[in-house]
């Protein structure tokens, strides 16, 4: 029924604080994508989950940012050690399987973080 | 050189023009290519998928040059409401699905 949804829709942190961002994606959806898009500029790949595995993560910038699905359902995204350039708007996107229209994504409507 | 390019414009066009965007990929084994819209400070939307054959939508017409491997998408038209960055999101599979967008065309129509 309901779209993707991400959690939190604004985030405010201290540089060097650890933050956690969640994404729920439609029921069904195998696949799921996190991007990241600072102000003014185009989505950057950061990982891919084809059920609970990530064959692709090699978006990820450093070893500060981690990501677990579980379920084949629910996305933790996790950034340790916050700094200022952390700060963008973290978008998740879902999809069906490939073999049922699995290449339409479907974006939430993303965490605005914020590192002071 | 990027996977995926376009042109970031702004294109600044009047209502009831006719405007067009081009992308260009680089992996000649990319598979499926799509168009999605991004209003301002909003999440992207699926446009349109673009098939070999072209496609039409309304007023939005999409098309496939595999030989010279770009996409473009035209609008004719076009109407306030159209303003918005587009997208052009590539993709290729090898293991799995790899999702390429390039960074967008900023369309602007203008009253």
């Known amino acids: 029924g309901a779209g993707v949804s991400q959690s939190p829709s604004n985030k405010v942190t201290e540089k060097g604080k650890d933050v956690e961002l969640r994404c729920d994606p439609i029921s069904g959806h195998t696949a799921l994508y996190w991007y990241r898009q600072r102000l003014g500029q185009g989505l950057e790949f950061l990982i891919y989950f084809q059920g609970n595995s990530a064959p692709d993560k090699s978006g990820l910038p450093s070893d500060r940012f981690s990501a677990e699905r579980t379920g084949e359902s629910v996305s933790t995204l996790t950034i340790q050690r916050t700094q200022q350039e952390d700060s963008a708007v973290y978008l998740c996107?879902?999809?069906?399987?490939?073999?049922?229209?699995?290449?339409?994504?479907?974006f939430g409507s993303g965490t605005q973080l914020s590192v002071l | 050189r990027k996977e995926v390019e376009q042109d970031p414009g702004p294109f600044n066009v009047p209502e009831g023009a006719t405007v067009a965007f081009n992308c260009t990929y680089s992996n000649s084994a990319s598979q499926s290519f799509f168009w999605y819209r991004q209003d301002c400070r909003k999440e992207p939307k699926l446009l349109m998928s673009v098939y070999s054959s072209g496609n039409e939508d309304g007023r939005f017409t999409a098309q496939l040059n595999r030989a010279s491997q770009y996409i473009s998408l035209l609008i004719r038209d076009s109407k306030l409401s159209d303003s918005a960055t587009y997208l052009c999101?590539?993709?290729?599979?090898?293991?799995?699905?790899?999702?390429?967008f390039g960074t967008g065309t900023k369309l602007q129509v203008i009253p």
């Open positions: 999101v590539v993709i290729s599979s090898g293991g799995y699905q790899k999702v390429t």
């Open positions: 996107a879902s999809s069906y399987p490939r073999d049922r229209e699995g290449e339409k994504l479907f």
